[in-house]
């Protein structure tokens, strides 16, 4: 990656804040109360990769702990298929009634209408979507749901492209709302955790620094309006950070059982459409890295730490620019061998829970 910054600069501040951040503690904790859910979107290009999936189990599976409430998902995958692959996850897991919002960008359907079509033993479908379920439009969705929502209580997972992100800040005052999307985003939105870009700030990460990342080249004008107009708070979780968590084949070849089994069975249509290694395929877990660091922050946890603040640009290539600055609100997560252990523990044990 030719990165247009001082990058050994930002390797000290990475040596920084392992120690100076751990004493902060709360940094990232975006709930006001220790026991109060997180207001949380799904943005999610769902249909191309497998780890979205994934992450939006990863997404139940802590809802059911009570640690955040899933009040919508909006896609970046145009393919219809998609949003009824949402919908039926979501009632998968007991929550039909959560929004979903189909928005423009990719099409893709590497597993979506397998599982879909699948039958039980009692020839019905498996995993049906919602009796009488209708996508909605992705850009008034997030309006919708940030003009009823409480000032900073939402936070945002973008797993995908930006374009729905990026569309919302160009949304003019309606009959939703008064308020413009870049006025929503900053009154409602308490944080953007985004899964894109690459940020080797360590040199045991220095392969990853020419690495152009899917989600900010699938659509870079996007990715480039989303980080430079965002007006809150954004983190990210760079290419760099999953690549080095992977799934873990025992575990998805004898562990998901129950409601869970809808992962499992989506990751077998996946990697038979694009692997030839079937279930002992290590997957890369991207997107399920953007949702736990952001919903268990907390010190004791010890699953990242975070850059010091900057700006952060991508190039006309979908190079990720990273410029140290006391004043940005754009950092990154920072892992060591460690912490990677103990998230992919985290993984292991959340996911395939029935």
């Known amino acids: 990656m030719k990165f247009n910054v001082l990058i050994n600069a930002l390797c000290v501040a990475a040596t920084f804040c392992a120690s100076s951040l751990a004493a902060e503690g709360d940094l990232l ?31 139940h599976a802590l809802a059911n702990r009570g ?43 590497w597993y979506l209408t397998a599982p879909l079509a699948q039958k039980n033993d009692k020839g019905e479908l498996a995993y049906p979507v919602p009796e009488g379920f209708r996508a909605q439009e992705a850009v008034p969705l997030l309006r919708k749901l940030l003009a009823s929502a409480e000032d900073r209580s939402v936070v945002i997972v973008q797993v995908g492209g930006s374009c729905n992100l990026a569309a919302l800040l160009d949304t003019p005052g309606d009959d939703i709302s008064p308020m413009t999307g870049r006025e929503l985003a900053e009154k409602k939105v308490r944080l953007v955790s985004v899964m894109g870009g690459a940020f080797a700030v360590d040199h045991t990460a220095e392969n990853y620094r020419t690495h152009r990342e899917w989600n900010i080249v699938c659509s870079i004008p996007d990715a480039q309006k989303f980080v430079r107009e965002w007006p809150g708070e954004i983190v990210f979780s ?55 660091f952001v919903l268990r922050p907390e010190e004791g946890r010890g699953y990242y730490t975070l850059s010091e603040p900057g700006d952060v640009d ?19 997560y920072l892992q060591d061998d460690a912490a990677r252990i103990r998230v992919q523990e985290a993984f292991v044990n959340l996911c395939s829970e029935p």
């Open 314 to 332: 991508f190039d006309d290539n979908g190079v990720t620019l990273f410029t140290p600055n006391p004043n940005g609100k754009r950092r990154c």
């Open 67 to 109: 640690v955040c409430e899933l009040i919508g998902v909006t896609t970046t995958n145009a393919t219809p298929a998609t949003a009824d692959y949402v919908a039926a996850v979501n009632a998968n897991y007991g929550r039909p009634d959560v929004p979903v919002g189909l928005g423009k960008g990719i099409e893709a359907d």
């Open 238 to 292: 760079g290419f760099e950070i999953g690549d080095r968590i992977r799934m873990v084949p025992t575990n998805l070849k004898r562990d998901y059982s129950g409601r869970s089994r809808i992962l499992h069975d989506s990751f077998g249509y996946w990697t038979a459409a694009l692997t030839t290694e079937g279930f002992d395929h290590p997957r890369p877990t991207w997107d399920l890295t953007a949702v736990l």
């Open 29 to 59: 904790d975006v709930r006001d109360a220790q026991d109060e859910p997180v207001k949380l979107i799904f943005d999610t290009d769902i249909g191309s990769d497998i780890d979205d999936a994934f992450a939006l189990g990863l997404i």
